[in-house]
Structure formats: C-alpha cells, structure tokens
C-alpha cells in the first residue's frame, strides 16, 4: 500500500519537508557540555539519511537555569560554529533541522542547575517531580528569560537551524504559568486565564520578533495535562488560537506531565491513542498540527492524516528503533521496518539517570559512530545456535555485513522468550520485533534449520559460532505434599499449556511474577472487545460496567522472598503495572518465604516492616512459580577448548536484560 499522505511534502512558513515524517525533540545525553560532538552529529545525520523531512533537536538550553549541563546548548555564541557542522550535514542528506528552545522551570532538580541557583516558576510550588520548591520568579527574571529566549532564537539561527521550536509540553516552565496548579501569582501573570497565559504568549511574541516574519516557528503543546487540578483539552482548545495568533507557524502536539498517572508513551497507550488531542488542536487553529505519542505504526499515521487528525506525523521512540523508518514508509517496504515496542527500557529510563539513550530493539542506537555501515573484505562461515532475540539479531547483522550465516534453533519456531512476552497485556508490541526478524533474516539470507540442537559434534566447518542459547531455567524445590494443589510454572501459562483456576498464589515478585499476575487478572475481567459491546448496546448501566472493568473474577495473590515486589523493572516503567494490580485487587506481600504447600492452598512465613514474623495461610487452587534462570557455559567452554572460534551473547553469556543481549548481539554481528 503507497502512504501518499506520509510521502507528501508540506512548506511551513518558506520551509519545504520533503514528506509529513518528523523527529520530535528527545533528550539523548549526547552533547558534551552543551557542545555538538561526533555522536550526536552521526546520530541524527543517519536518521536525516533515513529519509525524515524534518528532525527536531533538543532538549536545548539557552539559559543557566533551564536545563542540565548535558543537553545541548545555545546558551552562548561558543556553541555555533559545531551546531553549524550539524545543520549543515542534516540538510545536505535531504532533511530539515529545527532545534527545541527548553526550559524546564521547576522540573529541574537544584543540583542541575547549571548556574547554581534554586529552580525557577512562576510560584514557589512543590514539584512532585523532583522533590524540592521552586523559587516564585521576579518580574526581572521574567524579563531576564523572556531576553534569552531571543537570545537563543537567534543563535538558532546563525547556526544554520532552519526553525525554532519553544517547548510548551510535559509541565515545563510555561506549563507551569499556564496551569492553575502551579500559577498561583497575584500580579498580571497570574490568576484568571488570560493573566496566566500572558508569559507563554510573551514568549512567543519575543522569539519571533528574534527570528523575523519569515522563518518557521513551533510551539510544542501539552494539549491536556492529564492531572489533576491542571488545564483540559478544552482549556488548551481556549489557549491555542492565542498562541497561533502571537506568531506560530505549528503545533507540535503531545499531551500530560511528568507527574501524570495517566501512561503516555508506554505500552499501555494504544497507538494513536493520543490522536484526540492534536484533533481538538487542529480544529481550532488554522496551522498545521503534528501528531506525536505511540505512532509507531505507519499504516495508523497515514490514517491519521486521511481523518484529518493531523498534518504531520511525529515519529520519535520510532525513530530512535529504526533510523530508516522514512524510508522504508516511501519505498513502501513497511514490514522491514523494526518497530518501537514502547517498551521505554533504553530511552526514558536512561533518561531519569542522565545516561546515553539507547534502545531495546536497537542495539547500535547512539553508536552509529562506532560501527559505520560498511560490507566486511573478509566473508566468514558463521553459525548461530539458538532462534531467540540475540540470536536473531547477531545473525541479521552478520548476514548485513557480507558473512554467510547459518541459523539453529532447537523448537519449530523462532523468538525465544519474545513469544511469551507478547502475550501479556500491553506487550503486544514485542511480536512485531520476532515478525521484523523472520522478515530480514528471510531478506537477508539467513539459512534458518528448525530442530537443531548445538553440540561438540555437529558444530563444525564454521569461521566462527556464536551461542544464543539463552538461559537455563532455574529448579525451584517447593515444599509440596503429595495431595498438594497444581503447582505450574509462568512459562506453562503463558505458552497456553496449563489454564489456572480462580485463586492463584503467584511465587516470585519480580517483573516476571507481576507481568503474570496482571495477565491472569486482566484474563478474567472484562476484555477490551466486551467493554465495547456492553457499552455500546447498553446491556448494563455504565456503573456496573465500570466496576466490571475494575474488578477480576479471579483472585491472585503474589508472594515475593526478598524485599522488593517488581524488582527487574526499568525506572519509570514499572507504575502502569502495579497500578493495574492494584485497580484489579492483586494482593502482594514481600519478606514471604513459602514454607508449605498443601491440598488447601500455600503456607508462608512473611516478616513484617517491624520484623516481626507470622506464619499466613493463603487459601488457592492454583500455584505459579515465577523464577528465572542462569547461564550455561558447558557448551562453550567445551568449543573453547577444541579450538572453536566462538562467543555467547545474552543469557548464553551472562545474566543481563533483555536490551543487554540485543546490543551484545548487534555489536559482535556488526563487528565481525
């Protein structure tokens, strides 16, 4: 299917996109105080290459109050000249280069302040976020901001930035005088509505004088804070028409604050889940509208564009798991794109500990300077044993290389562990990665053969091995009593081999045990497809059917040895889940060490906060064990000492995450 619409051009104010595909702003961590390096050049000049119409850089500083030291700046003219290399080079791949003026007013923590001082808002409000108050700014600092805006807009503009973006969005600092949560001025920036929406528009006021009439300006908007006790749609709808009206040229529209309980960009939002809001946008203003959050898939982006939600596409997490996203849209070749499976593991969990972003599905993301995509002078003989995630990545990229690669795995199909995963609820992502590797190890020529185990005596003839074997599953000794109730593993339940009963007792609390007692709750509630055919033909008053939804036939407990349940979870993605648990009434208890399992149900010994122990009794018919396992090295070391070339990569190598083996994976393919 052509994507007509994605593949259009657009102009915004003189400026001509080849195609409706942008880059939204993201931090990266990649700058090095500020200033461009060759990391972030190759980053984003691959993505310009991948056939983008326009990337948008940022988070970007222009003041010492406003962000962290490590994003990238144009707080002083020293920063043009290597932002002038990186202009250059995305426009001379096809692209165009905006860059996102940012700041983040009280979302940024005391110690990040670059210039020392206390956070600045427009009221001294405690911010859930970083834990701290801000500093309420005077009228000077207000003017003093308003004066670096302009600033930063024209040093934007020497150095070859072809837009300007201000960065309205996700609570920052003009959120903060919009909101009604964190405004609580007396002066003219505060109070009623228009008081409060007088610094924003300002802003824009005072970055296009900076700029002049005839170059873009964008406006990233937070059309709904989802919190509460903040701005609505509706409110926004009210702001949006003023801020076109003050000299924008687009809105580039997302929705919630950092602080939002409502999921934004995790697997719980549903592609285009978000698409309401840039609509109610659009259909105010008389600009063009970028539709940002969960687009991963392109077929949903270009019906988007065809109802009218919006006029561009913005393609941010996507363009981060695949730098040829664009093109592959233009050259219609969608199933060879690798999807982002919003699993947040490399992007916004490093970004809460100010590391490099780096990407599950994406193992060379932010080291495209590392490893330059060039064919090998010296072809190899390569085998890969096992057909999961690290398995399948180390052979594709091998095979890109120019090696002849030859692929085992020892069951009838290929994924591993991405075939379990997918099942869970909000995972379904995760099967459009094992369906891009059957795609490219097909394209590729990957000679795949099922039923293969790798052994001492049939590994040989090969230049070089590589073990994806994965782990050994961990033996759990329980103490079962012969009449005991069905004790099965998570593995038996995912795979659809063994169907629990209405009172589980889950043993493990790590991730996997929280994944699976969301499933097996989710399982006996009300599904998506019967909420809509309950509401929709009113078969029951909309409160009964809410409580439905907030309730599960079946009653699942978690026991959970150690003293944390969700271990194993990356920061800041783990909430969704256990808000789910708690909608649904999974219980958890942590410090429970089982200490019998019987006819009735599992006996646990669990230590309270005060240290003090009881032994509970859980009464179920089911038992799930959720353990994990361990790394086998029998097979290499006995390779090893044959003389076989050979590495292991993931759970083969070591204990790790599952992003940890997919970059091993693609650094030993690329590097072969």
């Not at 302009?150 to 309205?168: M, P, Y």
């Not at 990233?220 to 000299?247: C, F, H, K, W």
């Not at 063009?288 to 019906?303: G, H, S």
């Not at 869970?424 to 020529?445: G, H, I, V, W």
Request: charged share 20%; proline share 5%; aromatic share 8%.
């Amino acid at each position: 299917m052509p994507f007509l619409r994605l593949t259009a051009p657009i102009t915004i104010n003189g400026m001509h996109l080849r195609n409706r595909m942008v880059m939204p702003a993201m931090h990266h961590s990649y700058t090095d105080n500020g200033f461009c390096t060759e990391q972030f050049r190759e980053y984003y000049w691959r993505r310009a290459e991948g056939g983008l119409g326009l990337v948008i850089t940022g988070s970007c500083r222009f003041d010492g109050y406003g962000s962290k030291i490590n994003s990238m700046s144009l707080a002083s003219d020293e920063t043009i000249p290597g932002w002038k290399v990186f202009t250059d080079g995305i426009r001379k791949r096809g692209c165009r280069v905006a860059v996102q003026l940012y700041h983040a007013g009280r979302y940024i923590p005391k110690k990040d302040v670059p210039c020392g001082g206390d956070a600045l808002s427009p009221s001294a409000t405690y911010s859930p976020y970083t834990r701290e108050t801000a500093r309420e700014m005077t009228r000077e600092q207000i003017q003093e901001v308003l004066n670096n805006y302009a600033a930063g807009a024209i040093r934007a503009k020497k150095a070859g930035f072809d837009a300007v973006e201000i960065s309205g969005s996700s609570g920052y600092l003009l959120c903060q005088f919009l909101s009604p949560l964190t405004n609580l001025r007396t002066d003219e920036y505060g109070g009623c509505f228009e008081n409060r929406c007088r610094f924003p528009l300002e802003v824009i006021r005072t970055v296009r004088a900076a700029v002049g009439p005839d170059y873009a300006l964008f406006y990233r908007l937070s059309a709904d804070d989802l919190v509460p006790n903040s701005n609505t749609l509706r409110d926004i709808m009210q702001y949006a028409p003023l801020a076109e009206a003050a000299g924008l040229d687009c809105f580039n529209v997302t929705g919630g604050w950092h602080e939002s309980r409502t999921p934004q960009l995790t697997g719980e939002v549903p592609c285009g889940g978000l698409s309401f809001l840039a609509r109610g946008i659009k259909s105010v203003v008389q600009i063009p509208v970028i539709l940002c959050n969960r687009m991963n898939d392109p077929y949903a982006d270009e019906l988007a564009l065809a109802l009218g939600d919006a006029d561009l596409i913005g393609l941010g997490r996507p363009s981060i798991a695949d730098p040829d996203f664009a093109n592959k849209v233009t050259e219609n070749r969608p199933e060879e794109i690798r999807r982002c499976i919003a699993c947040n593991q490399g992007c916004l969990a490093n970004a809460f500990f100010d590391k490099p972003v780096q990407c599950l599905v994406n193992g060379l993301c932010g080291r495209e300077h590392e490893f330059p995509s060039v064919k090998t002078t010296d072809p190899k003989n390569v085998l890969v044993v096992g057909g999961g995630p690290a398995g399948c990545e180390a052979a594709i990229r091998a095979a890109q290389r120019g090696h002849c690669v030859t692929l085992w795995e020892k069951t009838k199909q290929l994924g591993g562990q991405l075939n379990l995963v997918s099942v869970l609820p909000d995972r379904y992502e995760f099967r459009t990665l094992l369906a891009y590797y059957k795609t490219m190890l097909c394209k590729c020529s990957v000679h795949v053969a099922f039923g293969m185990i790798g052994t001492l005596e049939n590994i040989r003839g090969y230049d070089k091995v590589i073990l994806a074997v994965g782990g050994a599953s961990n033996i759990t000794q329980l103490p079962t009593k012969p009449d005991s109730v069905p004790v099965m593993t998570s593995t038996q339940v995912l795979s659809g081999n063994e169907i629990p009963g209405r009172r589980v007792v889950i043993i493990g609390g790590s991730f996997v045990g929280c994944e699976v007692a969301r499933y097996l709750s989710r399982e006996a509630s009300l599904t998506a497809d019967k909420l809509f055919y309950m509401t929709v033909y009113h078969l029951l008053p909309q409160e009964d059917i809410s409580t439905m939804l907030a309730t599960s036939k079946r009653t699942v407990t978690i026991l959970e040895q150690g003293p944390k349940i969700g271990f194993g979870y990356e920061t800041g993605t783990s909430w969704p889940v256990l808000q789910d648990l708690d909608r649904l009434g999974v219980t958890r208890f942590k410090h429970a060490f089982v200490t019998k399992i019987d006819a009735g149900g599992v006996t646990a010994c669990v230590t309270d906060r005060a240290q003090e122990s009881r032994q509970m009794y859980f009464p179920c018919d089911t038992v799930v064990v959720a353990s994990g396992v361990h790394s086998d090295h029998t097979l290499q070391e006995q390779l090893h000492t044959c003389g076989v070339d050979v590495v292991a990569v993931g759970n083969a190598a070591h204990l790790g995450r599952s992003i940890d083996a997919i970059q091993s994976a693609a650094e030993i393919g690329a590097a072969l």
